[in-house]
């Protein structure tokens, strides 16, 4: 979540410990269960097949109502346990949101996927190319700042994304120095995306979807363009930032989003437009 981190990192100092549980944190008992399940579905980029595995089970019946998808099982006591004295947990959410949302239940899932999948990307970069990478603005892009889009128009396109940059601000995607941008690219052009996770304590990941916000807490986790998905990314290690790289055709024409499909993530704002034309 924070960049404490890697500031200390780059000073050369541990990382500072996480902060204490504070009196009243719910604690989520199937969180293990769940963290497995959804690094295990995003892993294999599938639906939520091990949730609706078990959701014949008396605590599904506790799951969030206004869910578009089902959540997995195991979350369902931790909502259920936590009523009304959770301020992170809201029905109806803010603008970004749909139905249930959770910004401490995210993390939590985040923060043990990033921990489960540290080390385990098929790329590195290190912190100080991140910054430089999420700054760079890619050949043949066309900014504009005023309405925060960029817009390729030759058959190739590519670009870096890097999730929760260095420096701010948080759970955001940095493309080309501009936050969260509209991407504009031409139908059937071959995109290229070198995606990098920039957070030093969560898993991320970039995915096309055809949902638009405000989105439900659980993400679609098949991607709306055949291959426009990075696969989740852990923690850095010593080896630097963990980072994949993925190329897909763009197509067909439409307005799509990008997402981080982890769970609460693009409610939080981790979304930004992609419009194939
Ligand atoms: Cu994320």
């Known amino acids: 979540?924070?960049?404490?981190?890697?500031?200390?990192?780059?000073?050369?100092?541990?990382?500072?410990?996480?902060?204490?549980?504070?009196?009243?944190?719910?604690?989520?008992?199937?969180?293990?269960?769940?963290?497995?399940?959804?690094?295990?579905?995003l892993a294999a980029?599938?639906?939520?097949?091990?949730?609706?595995?078990?959701?014949?089970?008396?605590?599904?019946?506790?799951?969030?109502?206004?869910?578009?998808?089902?959540?997995?099982?195991?979350?369902?006591?931790?909502?259920?346990?936590?009523?009304g004295g959770n301020p992170g947990t809201s029905m109806g959410g803010g603008a970004g949101s749909s139905g249930f949302s959770s910004s401490s239940l995210a993390q939590s899932i985040g923060q043990q996927a990033g921990t489960a999948m540290a080390g385990l990307a098929p790329q590195t970069v290190s912190l100080a190319q991140t910054r430089t990478l999420g700054d760079q603005v890619p050949a043949g892009a066309i900014l504009d700042r005023a309405s925060n889009t960029i817009t390729f128009t030759a058959s190739s396109v590519s670009f870096t994304v890097v999730a929760v940059p260095p420096g701010g601000p948080d759970m955001t995607f940095r493309v080309a120095g501009l936050t969260d941008p509209a991407i504009v690219v031409p139908h059937d052009a071959q995109?290229?995306?070198?995606?990098?996770?920039?957070?030093?304590?969560?898993?991320?990941?970039?995915?096309?979807?055809?949902?638009?916000?405000?989105?439900?807490?659980y993400q679609p986790k098949t991607p709306a363009i055949p291959g426009a998905f990075s696969g989740l990314i852990g923690d850095?290690?010593?080896?630097?930032?963990?980072a994949s790289t993925v190329t897909f055709q763009a197509g067909p024409a439409g307005t799509y989003q990008y997402i981080c499909p982890m769970p609460g993530h693009a409610q939080m704002g981790m979304h930004g437009a992609f419009i194939v034309r």
């Open 45 to 83: 980029g599938g639906g939520y097949a091990i949730a609706r595995g078990t959701a014949g089970s008396p605590a599904a019946a506790a799951s969030p109502p206004a869910a578009a998808s089902p959540p997995p099982a195991a979350a369902s006591p931790a909502i259920s346990a936590t009523g």
């Open 1 to 41: 979540m924070t960049d404490l981190s890697n500031s200390a990192k780059e000073r050369g100092l541990p990382a500072p410990p996480p902060p204490p549980r504070r009196a009243g944190t719910p604690r989520f008992h199937g969180r293990t269960a769940l963290v497995t399940a959804v690094i295990a579905v």
């Open 236 to 242: 850095p290690t010593a080896s630097g930032q963990g």
């Open 191 to 217: 995109v290229t995306v070198q995606f990098i996770n920039g957070d030093n304590d969560e898993a991320h990941a970039w995915m096309i979807a055809d949902e638009q916000p405000p989105f439900s807490f």
